[in-house]
């Protein structure tokens, strides 16, 4: 059981209900230690002050805010206590919306709401509030402070158990104005194939369909330099500017090849890019995969 990092109420109106906070979410990226280059020491960060070139302990550090000018304002921790938001053990909600409302663009970081205590009517309470917002499709929006920042958040149903997801101030999302938004608008027989590939290409969401090859190619490198194995880097092609298609073309070909997968068809493996190969060599147990070419892992492939 993971630890809570944060516990206190939900509340909305009279009732307030014991919860939890757990991340929903894990970093499994794969992370390296900077280090000396000529003897492999660990690569240290010091705090140095520029004027007197030496190093600053924490205690002895302010803070000052940059203007546009180039001057600035230091600001002291007394001030900043001033302004700091009430910490409270509550997640206040402010009001309910249907979660199709809400643009995707907003959220930010997730988690788990679980009841706190053992009590029957702490749990019965918990469980109302899921079965309630579940049956009306309903997510609460409101604001809790955690460590020293106030957060909106929405809360909603996964699972069976409360989700709590940070978000965006509204202000915080940049407008759409000044971005490109294209050429003028399409064809419609552009269109018409446009909409057929994208019918062709629909499919139910499934998230343990689609992972990190990336973070598996840096894995298996490791392993083998774990195994005390040389890894060489493959032969990286000259990259000659696409030239642009014929768009009705590639959305012609595009369509073939899409509804001739979904008849069980399929590319062949010259077809695929270097990465699918890479994941269906990694399927494969094919050894040395990491460093070699797109061909020799088509030539791999064929021979496995």
């Known amino acids: 059981m993971p630890r809570p990092i944060w516990s206190g109420s939900i509340s909305f109106g009279l009732v307030n209900v014991p919860v939890a906070l757990f991340s929903a979410a894990r970093d499994l990226g794969v992370h390296f230690n900077q280090l000396h280059e000529k003897d492999a020491a660990r690569i ?49 909600i402010e009001a309910f919306s249907s979660r199709h409302e809400i643009d995707p663009i907003y959220f930010d970081h997730p988690y788990f709401l679980a009841p706190v205590g053992d009590s029957d009517g702490t749990r019965r309470a918990y469980q109302l509030l899921v079965e309630a917002m579940d049956r009306e499709d309903q997510v609460a929006v409101g604001r809790f402070v955690m460590r020293t920042k106030e957060y909106l958040v929405a809360v909603g149903v996964r699972d069976g158990r409360l989700a709590l997801t940070t978000m965006r101030w509204g202000d915080e999302i940049r407008p759409a104005k000044g971005i490109d938004s294209g050429a003028k608008k399409p064809a419609k027989a552009q269109l018409d194939q446009a909409v057929a590939l994208i019918e062709a290409l629909s499919a139910d969401w499934d998230p343990s369909e689609f992972k990190d090859r990336y973070r598996e190619r840096l894995e298996d490198v490791i392993a083998r330099k774990r195994k005390g194995q040389t890894i060489k880097a493959p032969a990286q092609a000259q990259q000659e ?15 073939a090849e899409a509804t001739g997968k979904s008849r069980g068809g399929g590319k062949g493996l010259a077809d695929l890019s270097r990465e699918e190969l890479y994941e269906r060599a990694q399927d494969a147990d094919v050894p040395g995969r990491s460093s070699m070419t797109k061909d020799d892992l088509v030539k791999a492939l064929d021979e496995s």
Do not use: H, N
């Open 44 to 92: 240290e960060t010091r705090r140095f002050c520029e004027k007197e070139d030496k190093e600053v302990s924490y205690e002895e550090i302010g803070r000052a805010f940059d203007l546009e000018d180039g001057k600035s304002v230091v600001v002291t921790d007394e001030e900043l206590q001033e302004v700091a938001p009430r910490r409270t053990r509550t997640i206040d």
């Open 241 to 255: 500017p696409s030239p642009v298609p014929d768009l009705m073309a590639a959305l012609e070909r595009s369509l």
